[in-house]
């Protein structure tokens, strides 16, 4: 089976969203993975380097991955909303990716400012056969975080972080994730920064190694 993409321009809530579906080259797709990216406001898109070997592990483990652009990114309509509005973005997305895979079970990931994206809309799921089997947060940013949402979120999540990551440096995101409610898992990636610098291959490999 060949790999397919598509672009797709999706309603959201300040208007179209700028979006990519990808399906895996190999297989029919075993669940949908929604996608977001980081911060708006400091040059994230969804072709940032780290969203797409996100996007391309999670293809590998087989996945259809749906990457968009939050409101006011590239041809997404719309202007930055401080984290609020990009929520409701997520949330026009997701609903479009499980109309488009109505039989299949759903995870969101996200980068950076994008985990916090998936986390927050993650976690306002409630555990049941309609809640998302697994909330990945990449690059985790550990300032200002919110700790009570996380104290009680019953979800699987797994964090992957890189080792020299100065926004959610070690030893602030394991205190953070000491106090994360299970079930979850922290993946430890050799990196040179927040956007795994030379090891990008670790972190593709790492995400398409994620249990089901």
């Not at 499980?98 to 994008?114: I, K, N, V």
């Not at 009570?148 to 205190?175: A, W």
């Amino acid at each position: 089976m060949a790999r397919r993409i598509e672009s797709h321009g999706l309603q959201g809530p300040a208007g179209r969203l700028e979006a990519l579906l990808e399906e895996p080259e190999e297989q029919a797709p075993s669940r949908a993975c929604l996608v977001c990216h980081p911060h708006p406001l400091y040059g994230g898109t969804m072709h940032n380097k780290v969203v797409h070997r996100l996007a391309r592990g999670l293809r590998k483990s087989g996945a259809a991955v749906l990457r968009f652009n939050f409101r006011g990114v590239n041809r997404s309509e719309g202007e930055h909303a401080h984290g609020i509005g990009e929520i409701d973005d997520a949330r026009a997305a997701l609903d479009w990716l499980r109309t488009r895979y109505p039989d299949l079970p759903y995870w969101l990931a996200g980068f950076s400012f994008g985990s916090r994206v998936i986390l927050r809309l993650g976690c306002a799921s409630k555990a049941g056969n309609d809640a998302p089997g697994r909330l990945i947060a990449v690059g985790f940013p550990t300032r200002d975080v919110p700790l009570e949402m996380l104290e009680s979120c019953n979800l699987p999540k797994t964090f992957v972080q890189s080792t020299n990551d100065e926004h959610g440096p070690r030893k602030e995101l394991e205190r953070v994730f000491e106090r994360v409610a299970e079930p979850k898992q922290l993946i430890w990636i050799e990196a040179q920064d927040h956007f795994f610098r030379d090891a990008l291959d670790q972190l593709e490999s790492a995400i398409a190694g994620i249990p089901p």
